[in-house]
């Protein structure tokens, strides 16, 4: 499957999954749906359910709570993990700023993920509580 074998590059190049080893790269890699997004595409919006988790691949998105931005995210990047650790409606809308591909994993396959790599879990940990951190805001109560 050459897509496979391009998706194995692509998640060597995102951080938190650096440390994993060849043959989980490839067992993500035969999980993850490619998707494009053009410029001004919703891709996740605040208080839906959580379906997917998704890396960046190419492009950048913004990401806003009650339409206050929060950020941009490009490459290597990574969004869409909290409603799915936590079970929860979406925390934030996420929008292609620019045309956008990402590697899209379902709600399963990224918990099954996070169980068989606790330290990939932690490193994930890391980075929520860090985003948590920079805008509490976000997140409080109404
Ligand atoms: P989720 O809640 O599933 O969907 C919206 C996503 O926006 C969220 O996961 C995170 O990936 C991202 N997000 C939410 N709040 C922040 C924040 N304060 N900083 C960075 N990213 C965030």
Redesign the pocket.
Known sequence: MPEAASYVDHLRKVPIFSKLAAKELEHIARSVKERVYESGTVI?K?GDP?LGFFLITEGRVD?S?RDHR??D?GPGE???????MEE?P?????TAKERTRCLQLVRWDFRALLKENPDLAVRMLEVVVQ??R??PA??AEP
């Open positions: 996740i605040e959580g990401v709570h929060i950020r995210m990574f969004f869409g993990e909290m409603a799915l929860a979406r925390s934030a809308t996420v985003r948590l920079e805008h976000a997140h």
